[in-house]
């Protein structure tokens, strides 16, 4: 059996691959592929308002947001959000992890020629990420201030802003990466100005981009190219250009699939139950560490451990893959292991993987 670790691309669910395959070769008696049919076409239209609906039930979405289907991965929005709404302002950030610090580096280039400041509340980079930035509210200037930038899920570093520890700066709209636990937790979409995620890890395949924007922080001005504007995006129903078809069909087949198991807080509380067996192993184990500082800040998408040494790590990775958990190996700037538990993870997955970190302990310690 092979059970699929990877952090993004990830596992997709089993039905939905099947589906896929059912229809690849005739979608909904076309005689053609849903990759081969126009984007303007009245089967394309359904597959994207379909997805769109789906979406905004999921998340419980308030009619005032738009929800955008866009390319270019999330990295693409590290440019976005500033050149749409930090003009003339200052844009604030929260760094606790290596794709935070992406975000605000794209920022302070882009502020050398275009009129903001790109300002960082702190960084926990000096200890490795391993907790979550305090943010000082105090150092905000709510007046000048477009937004404040986190990331929900550090992908990486394996820690969680859970909704009960969102900070709140007043009037300031947050600004959410999402990308490693949108649909995996529930989050109220009212508490944030936007959201964005690549979708290669929980909503589907790479090529992507789900950005989910209040309308009153839309772009007033069409000064921006129309490719980098959300406004145009929005009122061209994401397809000013011809979008990512194939990637938005499949997502919608993972949104309707979400449903059928009971939603978001039905798939939370499993994650829940899949993370917890991880980190009960991990606290009892004295062979077993997790880098995360703080217990209430470790991640239910990424549960990251270490073995005691480098050697013992680099021998986990290898017997680990001769049994069949692919993508087990911690990101290259963390080390140790990295087990990617989102929404499509089986729950039999992690009891084998538990498993075998039981005798792998038992033969090495
Ligand atoms: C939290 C987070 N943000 C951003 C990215 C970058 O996403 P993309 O590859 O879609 O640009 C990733 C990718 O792993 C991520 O985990």
């Known amino acids: 059996m092979i059970y699929n670790f990877g952090a993004g691309p990830s596992v997709l669910p089993k039905e939905v691959l099947k ?21 303007r076409s009245k089967s394309f239209q359904e597959v994207i308002d379909e997805a769109q609906s789906n979406l905004r039930d999921l ?16 990295s693409t929005q590290f440019s976005m959000i500033p050149m749409n709404l930090a003009l003339g302002k200052k844009a604030y950030y929260a760094i606790s992890g290596a794709f935070g610090k992406k975000a605000y580096d794209e920022a302070v280039k882009l502020s050398q020629t275009l009129d903001f400041e790109a300002i960082s509340l702190g960084s926990t980079q000096s200890e490795h990420y391993n907790h979550l930035l305090k943010i000082d509210k105090s150092k905000v200037d709510e007046k000048m201030a ?9 992908t990486i570093e394996g820690t969680t802003i859970f909704p009960e520890n969102l900070p709140e700066v007043n009037s300031v709209p947050l600004i959410a990466d999402m990308s490693s636990n949108i649909l995996a937790f529930d989050y109220d979409v009212s508490k944030f100005g936007l959201i964005y995620a690549g979708a290669q890890k929980n909503l589907g395949i790479a090529g992507l981009t789900i950005v989910i924007i209040r309308e009153d922080l839309l772009n007033q001005k069409e000064s921006l190219s129309s490719m980098m504007d959300y406004r145009i995006l929005a009122q061209n129903g994401s397809m000013y250009n011809t979008p990512p078809t194939f990637a938005i069909y499949l997502a919608g087949l993972v949104f309707k699939w979400v449903k059928e198991q009971g939603g978001v807080k039905k798939l939370e509380a499993i994650n829940r139950q899949k993370a917890r067996m991880f980190y009960d ?5 004295d062979f077993y560490q997790s880098p995360v500082l703080n217990e209430a800040e470790r991640s239910i998408c990424n549960v990251v451990f270490t073995s005691p040494s480098k050697e013992l790590d ?23 292991m990295r087990a990617s538990i989102y929404n499509a ?15 792998f302990e038992e033969e090495n310690k």
Request: hydrophobic share 40%; no cysteine; charged share 25%.
């Open 146 to 154: 477009a937004y404040l930038h986190i990331t929900t899920n550090n």
């Open 59 to 74: 998340m419980s979405i308030p009619q005032n947001y738009k929800i955008l289907f866009l390319q270019g991965g999330a």
């Open 314 to 336: 680099a021998l986990f990775v290898q017997k680990a893959e001769e049994k069949g958990f692919k993508s087990i190996k911690g990101h290259r700037s963390v080390g140790g």
């Open 19 to 39: 589906k896929v395959q059912e229809e690849l070769l005739d979608f909904e008696k076309s005689g053609m592929s849903v990759m081969e049919i126009s984007h």
């Open 281 to 285: 192993l991990i606290d009892q184990s």
């Open 345 to 359: 993870f089986p729950i039999e997955g992690v009891l084998e993987l538990v498993k075998f970190m039981k005798e």
